[in-house]
């Protein structure tokens, strides 16, 4: 796969949004400090391990910092992976970091994950030697870059299991900045859905101005445009393959029509709010790797 590079002007720095190696969208980011620190963003499906375990390797085998924006499997599967080798792939991570609600309430708002994400918890319960619990307004410093944590799911309890209108679990995404030594920022978003966007929207406002963003949900059906309001990026990262990027079932299932925009998801709408806004630098996981520098 030919690697893309988007110039934001990071200062030494470097974001590497990986590609998607199996159909399925998901989320894996490295960065890669000037002095080969690194710090992995959820990482992706099992699948995605391999890719992202060279591309660790690459830069020395030693993860300073790895974040989990939520359980979803599509987000921390590759780091469950990599934690039940025996070796761990050579790799050595130095600490976790996650806000998750409690289990017994995750079950309950999505019982068709339990099973995977029993393994999710399990090997992290192995592992609590190094992980950590993130809260609002802690900041993580590695080699001169700040984590600064923005919103995280204490407020679970006020989002309905019921709720038809997303993913209950989306809405407890933990929501970051990265902010680099040289003023640029990139805000990181996970799975935000609409609820919880509209809520960090009214809060943050301003603050939330960044030079990059993650899209909320890979894109589609996630934080509503108001959120891409204040955000105002000169990049914009969407986590989705070609098929879900274009909203064409045909790419997906081959038994659909092979057409752009014919499918129910809403990544077109979501495109068309950036496009509003003059947004026209965009790394799609789906086109192949893409280095932010």
């Known amino acids: 796969m030919q690697e893309k590079t988007f110039t934001i002007g990071l200062g030494g720095y470097r974001m590497l949004q990986a590609p998607n190696t199996t159909i399925t969208q998901m989320m894996s980011y490295l960065i890669v400090t000037p002095n080969r620190k690194l710090i992995v963003i959820d990482g992706g499906l099992r699948e995605d391990a391999a890719y992202l375990s060279e ?3 690459a830069f020395g085998s030693v993860v300073s910092l790895w974040i989990i924006t939520h359980i979803h499997y599509d987000h921390y599967d590759a780091l469950v992976e990599i934690l039940e080798k025996p070796d761990q792939n050579g790799i050595t991570i130095e600490k976790i970091c996650y806000h998750f609600p409690p289990q017994e309430w995750v ?13 999710c918890y399990d090997i992290l319960d192995k592992f609590r030697h190094i992980t950590f619990t993130a809260n609002e307004n ?5 080699d001169g870059l ?6 995280t799911p204490v407020d679970y309890l006020d989002y309905d299991p019921d709720y038809t209108g997303g993913s ?14 040289n003023g640029k920022s990139a805000l990181f978003l996970g799975d935000l859905g609409l609820r919880a966007g509209t809520k960090l929207a009214m809060k943050f406002k301003d603050k939330l101005k960044s030079d990059i963003v993650q899209m909320a949900h890979h894109g589609q059906n996630g934080a509503g445009e108001d959120v891409y309001q204040y955000v105002k990026p000169d990049l914009c990262m969407w986590t989705a393959p070609i098929w879900l990027y274009d909203n064409n079932g045909g790419l997906l299932n081959p038994e659909l029509e092979n057409a752009f925009n014919n499918h129910h998801f809403k990544t077109v709408i979501v495109r068309g709010w950036m496009e509003k806004l003059g947004m026209t630098m965009h790394a799609v996981e789906g086109e192949g790797p893409a280095w932010i520098i």
Do not use: C, G, W
């Not at 700040?146 to 919103?151: A, E, H, N, Q, S």
């Open 146 to 151: 700040i984590v600064d944590i923005m919103k």
């Open 55 to 57: 591309k660790i390797h």
């Open 107 to 119: 079950d309950a708002a999505e019982p068709r994950f339990i099973e995977p994400n029993k393994a």
């Open 168 to 181: 209950t679990v989306n809405d407890t995404s933990i929501v970051f900045k990265l902010l680099f030594p």
């Open 138 to 142: 802690d900041q993580y410093e590695i």
